[in-house]
């Protein structure tokens, strides 16, 4: 066992990124580099809250989802992304610890703005199309980038990461049922689907963040990469999402919006059109089609409920 | 034809799809009340929680509504979603809105309505679950034996909810208070076999309405004394959901739950 109180603030580093670099665990009682911790801190309330309000645009179609089968598929989809924000929101709640922070806090920096959830979240839902869509290419990207943190180097991030990957396999599972359902059916069903796929396809492209920072002025893939929490770059994941995705998609006659799509042998990528980014800037300061809608709705049913965890808190004390 | 439908006489074949419709329609309804709240319950564990329940509501629902396909009433998707309201014979109760405000705005849903709502409605599943497991119609007795397990978790999630928000702050009991008043105005007909009392209660599908009713005021009373609280008084129905009788919210909520199924209720969704 080594004795960090007996460390200067160098060797302290220098001990913590030695451990990192062999593969070790940090928990959530370890020294920890400051930065690392408020980088852990933004990357885990983000994905937590992010969780927790994509539980909205789905959460639009579960009353309407169209069979028996389909309403409960859809209600226990939802349901576990609620569950993944609370899982998350756990492992966030530990690192704000020494700063005296809890989970009400998180939802007040949700609330003020200051904490923003995933871009992708701020879209908005036209048809149940979109309802399989976000199961099948949403979850699918989330796919991507949730298993290039397996190995995480903060081991309760990726403890909690395990079991949101195996659940999100279902997610992109359920949604590929619903969209081959559409896909084989009636033209206006296909239909629904193409145009599904017209509308999210720049926000998929957009969901694993800009190339780098040059693209939007900021990107937190540098310092995640350095402390070991994620492999890969944004770029790199959203090849990997074309790789996998792009045979799918067109195996269900399906056309993908985007004419200079192709894949460069020489180069080994795929290119294609950038989506726009001043949009996804505009999005990710919380002006994107839903943004506004989605947070008056948590703030909203937020306030409504108040004096339910006023009255549990007086039990408690 | 089944070999149950088979050998059951015309009018045993009516007790028994009667009764069905309102076991189905009930949870089925209850379900889709219950979904409106997923990702706007109070807290994050609670949604989580109620929507495993919603869930389980769902599934007994889709388990009646085979049966009813079973016996050749039509498919058991048409029937949950292509019904008219006058045809329904779910309770009043299971058709309330959640509180003010349409699930695609922002809603003010009332925890207070839906805690008390879901204990009463649940402790009365319940021993309409357990009458069921004796029942002379074999299929039910399976679906009542499925179903048990998953309710008594029901029952104790809501009882638990139902003792600490009646024991917690003046606001939180006031709330409870006024919600339980509002239930009870709907609870008649949550007993009621409707206008096919004799035939359900003559062929031993399931106990009759005065036990269930008593089972239901027995399982209470324990909750109630400890709160001191009077046992609800079950008024007479107004409306009788069971006789097709509704009020404006049920057709609000088959419009919602069925708009994408009836873009094509022959395709494959």
């Not at chain 1, 400051?34 to 959460?59: C, D, F, N, V, W």
């Amino acid at each position: 066992m080594v004795m960090m109180t007996a460390m200067t603030a160098d060797e302290k580093m220098e001990y913590f990124m030695e451990r990192i670099e062999s593969g070790d665990k940090i928990q959530a009682d370890d020294w920890m580099p400051e930065e690392y911790r408020q980088t852990l801190i933004k990357l885990i309330s983000m994905h937590g809250i992010s969780e927790i309000m994509g539980a909205l645009p789905e959460k639009e179609w579960v009353p309407k989802a169209p069979s028996l089968y389909r309403k409960l598929g859809i209600m226990a989809k939802v349901q576990d992304e609620m569950g993944h924000g609370q899982l998350l929101l756990r492992v966030a709640e530990d690192l704000m610890k020494p700063y005296g922070k809890t989970r009400g806090d998180i939802m007040q920096d949700l609330f003020n703005e200051d904490l923003k959830f995933h871009n992708v979240f701020h879209m908005e839902t036209k048809t149940w199309a979109d309802a399989g869509l976000i199961g099948w290419l949403v979850d699918g990207a989330a796919i991507i980038t949730q298993t290039n943190m397996l190995d995480a180097s903060y081991g309760p991030y990726a403890k909690a990461l395990q079991r949101i990957c195996a659940e999100e396999v279902f997610h992109a599972q359920h949604g590929e049922s619903i969209i081959m359902a559409l896909a084989e059916g009636t033209e206006e069903q296909k239909a629904m689907v193409q145009d599904a796929l017209n509308r999210w396809w720049p926000a998929l492209l957009m969901f694993f963040g800009p190339p780098s920072k040059a693209t939007t002025g900021a990107s937190k893939q540098e310092a995640t990469i350095k402390y070991r929490i994620r492999k890969n770059t944004n770029e790199e994941l959203r090849q990997s999402f074309l790789d996998k995705y792009i045979p799918r998609i067109l195996s269900l006659s399906l056309t993908i919006p985007d004419d200079t799509l192709h894949f460069d042998q020489e180069k080994n990528h795929w290119v294609y059109q950038q989506p726009d980014w001043s949009e996804f800037k505009k999005i990710i300061k919380n002006n994107g089609p839903k943004s506004q809608a989605r947070l008056n709705l948590r703030r909203s049913s937020y306030e409504n409920n108040a004096w339910v965890r006023e009255a549990l808190s007086a039990i408690v004390e | 034809m089944s070999n149950v439908e088979k050998m059951m006489s015309t009018e045993e074949k009516k007790a028994v799809e009667t009764l069905l419709f309102q076991l189905a329609d009930d949870d089925f309804l209850f379900s889709y009340c219950g979904s409106e709240w997923l990702g706007l319950a109070p807290h994050i564990e609670e949604d989580v929680a109620s929507s495993s329940i919603t869930q389980d509501s769902m599934g007994h629902a889709a388990m009646y509504y085979k049966l009813l396909e079973d016996l050749g009433l039509g498919k058991a998707d048409d029937l949950a979603h292509l019904r008219p309201a006058e045809e329904r014979k779910n309770s009043v109760l299971t058709e309330r809105i959640n509180g003010d405000g349409y699930y695609m705005d922002t809603p003010q849903y009332d925890w207070a309505y839906t805690v008390v709502r879901s204990y009463f409605y649940t402790q009365a599943k319940r021993a309409k679950i357990n009458s069921l497991k004796e029942s002379t119609f074999e299929p039910l007795r399976e679906v009542a034996v499925k179903a048990s397990m998953e309710l008594y978790y029901h029952v104790m999630h809501w009882k638990l909810w139902f003792e600490q928000l009646l024991s917690s702050t003046e606001e939180a009991k006031a709330k409870m208070i006024s919600a339980i008043e509002l239930v009870v105005a709907d609870i008649g007909d949550l007993f009621s076999y409707g206008e096919q009392k004799e035939l359900i209660e003559r062929f031993g599908l399931i106990d009759s309405e005065e036990k269930i009713q008593n089972a239901w005021l027995e399982a209470l009373r324990p909750t109630f004394e400890k709160l001191k609280l009077d046992l609800p008084i079950v008024p007479e129905p107004k409306l009788n959901g069971r006789n097709g009788q509704h009020t404006d919210e049920l057709q609000a909520a088959i419009d919602t739950l069925s708009e994408v199924y009836r873009l094509d209720t022959a395709t494959n969704w």
